[in-house]
Every structure is written in structure tokens, then in C-alpha cells.
């Protein structure tokens, strides 16, 4: 924003997704299909220089996408299919050490996209089938709390939900076709 330059990191990629900020405000979490592989990994990726080293790869069991890290850059919130399950996972990934731990469980054909809260505290969710529902997800483990129920025809979601910088409110998009 200072010089108004563009800086284009180079990729190989057949498509880049999501990408989230570190604390750092150097690095970037990026979901990336590289063009000579069929699946996702999410990279932590240098905006300098474009190096990547890789957080997590999906494998022949499970499909990764939607994806954020937390405010101390220490953990990796993403989630997780598990085709041969039919589930849909929030999952919490230790950075440092690799563990996981699971955050919420639904159903493979909803999907989900995910936001951490910048007091580290919450997960918020959408999902985009016509009876959308708002969540609200403790990285402490529990209960889901519901938020918002709502009826929206199709698939699409503009975008995710995001906080707002104090952590007391959850925005999203909805359309606004006359009917609730």
C-alpha cells in the first residue's frame, strides 16, 4: 500500500484458494492444486520470495479446502472430508507438533466455509445448502452454538464469514431477493 507497487508471486499452480494472512504479515496460508498434482495441500507461503513449505497435504482419504490460522500463527483450522465416511470435519492442526483435534462434525455433501475469530476463541461457519445455518464454534472443543438460521436457494456463498477486529460480531453474505 506504501509504494502502490504489485508483486506477483510465482507459482506452477493450477489454482491457488483462500489465502489468509500469518501474524507475521509476511506469510500466507494458501490452498494450492499444483498442475502435475490431482489433490489440495495448504502451504505456508513467503510473500517475498514465494518459497512454501507445506502444513498439509489431503491424501486418498480425505479432501482438504476451507481453511484459517489462528491469531498467534500457532494453529491451522481447516476442514476436512472424509469421502469413504461421508463426514464433513472442522479440524484444529498443532503447527509445531502436528496434532489434531476435531472441532465439529456434519455431513460430507454441506459445505462449510470457515473463519477464526482474532481473539482466537471461535470458529464461525456457513454452510451453502438452501437451509443455511450460521455457527459458532469454540477452538476450546463443545457444543456448536447456532447463530442464525436461514433459507437461500443454490450453492453460492460470496464469501465466507468474517469478525469483526473485536470478536463480538460474525459478518456474511446473503442475498437479498425480498424473501426471508
Known amino acids: ?13 493450477a489454482g491457488l ?7 507475521d504479515n ?4 494458501i490452498a494450492v ?3 502435475n498434482d490431482p489433490g489440495i495441500g495448504i502451504y505456508k507461503t513467503d510473500s517475498q520470495t514465494g518459497d512454501r513449505t507445506m502444513l498439509l497435504h489431503d491424501d486418498v482419504d480425505f479432501t482438504v479446502n476451507y481453511h484459517d490460522i489462528s491469531p498467534d500463527g500457532k494453529a491451522l483450522f481447516y476442514m476436512r472430508v472424509e469421502r469413504e465416511e461421508g463426514v464433513r470435519r472442522i479440524m484444529l492442526r498443532d503447527l509445531q507438533t502436528g ?7 456434519g455431513p ?6 470457515i473463519s477464526c475469530s482474532p481473539d482466537g476463541r471461535w470458529i464461525a461457519c456457513l454452510n451453502r445448502s438452501d437451509n443455511r445455518v450460521l455457527r459458532a464454534i469454540s477452538t476450546s472443543g463443545g457444543e456448536p452454538r447456532e447463530l442464525l438460521r436461514y433459507h437461500e436457494k443454490g450453492n453460492f456463498v460470496p464469501s465466507g464469514p468474517a469478525w469483526t477486529p473485536d470478536s463480538k460480531y460474525v459478518l456474511f453474505s446473503k442475498r437479498d431477493d425480498g424473501a426471508d
Open 26 to 29: 509476511r506469510s500466507l496460508a
Open 17 to 23: 484458494y483462500g489465502p489468509r494472512w500469518f501474524p
Open 33 to 35: 492444486r499444483d498442475a
Open 99 to 105: 496434532e489434531e483435534e476435531e472441532l465439529f462434525r
Open 108 to 113: 460430507a455433501s454441506e459445505a462449510l466455509a
Open 1 to 13: 500500500m506504501k509504494t502502490g507497487k504489485d508483486r506477483k508471486l510465482p507459482t506452477e499452480s
